[in-house]
């Protein structure tokens, strides 16, 4: 047959020299971009990427997952933070009791808003793997579609987003912990609580955000639109927002921050206003990463499970790649709050 292939399930694709027709380099370039060289070009590497999924061009993985290597590959936003760090503890843990090694990509993704180059995903095919586990990644449906015509095993911790049905996922109860966080200054007398959120829309901080609205309602107090801000998770804006709630003429006495790096944030926003935690605001964070205990004052914060959720992810892939049944819907562990100094009745200036 001219011009295609049969795939193993014997349906017909492009060939390689299809693809460097239409993306009107050699045949070798277009293999070296197959095989993720990193000698090519880069106006040449994205014609051929591009030629590779116009045509669907599939690649047939050298090994089968019956026989993938004793290896399992985790891909995290970034290696800088303590947050991948306990993820990777519990993937090593959980590995080491399945007799799996553990690969770690970080920097493939930090361009890219945690989402895997296609490269990158042919390259793991090639070589084999138990599976991967995405770490907060922001898998789009093309990703999807991809692993699945790879056939490489996968699951996701944090999702961004709403994994399709049967990809193992674990999360953890965000709006749980925000609304325990929020019934918690109440307790302490707070009734002008405000909320700094992560990303606008993501799963996680939709979550978080929807627990604090709730915990308001609950105790019959009006959600004020001017105390709801978000931050994109990062402490810089956090910063910012906090100076845009402390213009108010009315100000809160409390804030809810929907992470810890962006807790961190609000707190030296506040030292710069002159304001002191938690004599004149409490602040709460999200997460209980390691630097929520060393600051001073110690943070308040809510508890996410990530060394937890990170080797439930591992189990239920491993569960699916022996043939067990998908998972009905995404795994959710519970989050407890934290109490330490950054909390505490008001009674400064803004009482």
């Not at 180059?117 to 898998?139: C, I, Q």
């Not at 193992?168 to 009734?191: E, F, I, N």
């Not at 990303?199 to 955000?209: F, L, N, Q």
């Not at 213009?247 to 206003?273: H, I, N, Q």
Request: charged share 25%; net charge positive; proline share 8%.
């Amino acid at each position: 047959m001219t011009g295609a292939q049969h795939t193993e399930h014997g349906t017909a694709g492009p060939t390689l020299a299809v693809v460097a027709r239409a993306a009107s380099v050699s045949v070798a370039t277009a293999s070296k971009v197959v095989n993720g060289r990193a000698d090519v070009a880069p106006d040449t590497r994205r014609r051929v990427t591009e030629a590779l999924d116009a045509l669907g061009y599939v690649r047939r993985p050298r090994r089968t997952p019956r026989h993938a290597p004793p290896l399992v590959d985790l891909m995290v936003r970034s290696l800088d933070t303590s947050g991948s760090g306990a993820v990777l503890r519990g993937v090593e843990e959980e590995a080491h009791r399945a007799g799996l090694e553990v690969a770690v990509s970080a920097s493939l993704t930090r361009a890219r808003g945690g989402r895997p180059e296609r490269s990158w995903l042919d390259r793991l095919a090639l070589r084999g793997t138990t599976g991967v586990l995405f770490d907060h990644a922001d898998l789009t449906p093309t990703h999807h579609a991809r692993l699945a015509q790879l056939r490489v095993p996968y699951a996701m911790i944090d999702p961004v987003g709403e994994p399709p049905p049967g990809v193992p996922a674990v999360g953890a109860g965000d709006a749980q912990g925000a609304r325990a966080a929020v019934r918690h200054l109440l307790g302490l007398g707070h009734t002008r609580v405000a909320v700094i959120g992560g990303h606008r829309g993501r799963r996680s901080s939709a979550a978080r955000v929807a627990g604090y609205r709730a915990a308001l309602a609950a105790a019959g107090l009006r959600v004020r639109p001017e105390y709801v801000r978000y931050a994109d998770a990062e402490a810089g804006l956090a910063r910012r927002r906090t100076r845009e709630l402390f213009a108010l003429d009315r100000p809160p006495t409390a804030v809810l921050a929907c992470s810890d790096p962006m807790a961190l944030g609000v707190c030296r926003a506040l030292a710069e206003l002159g304001l002191r935690v938690p004599e004149d605001v409490s602040v709460v964070g999200f997460d209980d990463l390691p630097e929520a205990r060393w600051v001073t004052p110690a943070l308040t914060t809510v508890r996410q499970p990530l060394s937890e959720m990170a080797a439930t992810a591992l189990r239920q892939l491993l569960r699916v790649r022996d043939g067990g049944p998908p998972p009905a819907a995404p795994a959710e562990l519970p989050t407890r709050l934290v109490e330490r100094c950054s909390t505490a009745p008001p009674g400064g200036v803004f009482s």
